[in-house]
C-alpha cells in the first residue's frame, strides 16, 4: 500500500508489486481491505519481495563492483592506446630524423 508519491522514482506498478493511490482516503482504506484477501496478498508479497531485491547491498555493491571494473578497463585501455599512440609518433620522429 503506497501513494504515487512515495514510489516516485522506483519502477512500481500499480496491483503488480504494490496498491497504490493518489491519497490516503476512503479508497486506500478499501485498499487495505482488498490486500487482505489471501490471493492478492500472496501475489503482492511474492512481487514485492522481487522487487526488493533489486535493492539489496549485496546486489548494490556487485553494480558498483561492476562499473568500476568497466571504468578500470576504459582507463587500462586508454593507457594502452596512448602507449601505442606514443610509440609510433617516437618512431615516426626518428625515421622523419633520419630522412628514411
Not at 522506483?10 to 496498491?19: K, S
Not at 485498499?31 to 496478498?41: D, N, R, S, V
Not at 535493492?55 to 592506446?81: F, Q
Request: aromatic share 10%.
Amino acid at each position: 500500500m503506497a501513494t504515487w508519491k512515495a514510489v516516485e522514482g522506483f519502477d512500481v506498478q500499480d496491483h503488480v508489486q504494490a496498491l497504490l493511490y493518489s491519497d490516503v482516503d476512503e479508497r486506500f482504506i478499501r485498499g487495505i481491505q482488498e490486500a487482505t484477501t489471501p490471493q492478492l496478498c500472496y501475489t503482492l508479497g511474492n512481487e514485492a519481495k522481487k522487487f526488493a531485491e533489486q535493492y539489496d547491498w549485496h546486489m548494490i555493491v556487485n553494480r558498483i563492483k561492476s562499473t568500476l571494473s568497466k571504468a578500470n578497463l576504459v582507463i587500462s585501455l586508454s593507457r594502452v592506446s596512448f602507449s601505442i599512440v606514443s610509440s609510433l609518433f617516437r618512431s615516426s620522429s626518428i625515421i622523419s630524423a633520419r630522412g628514411l
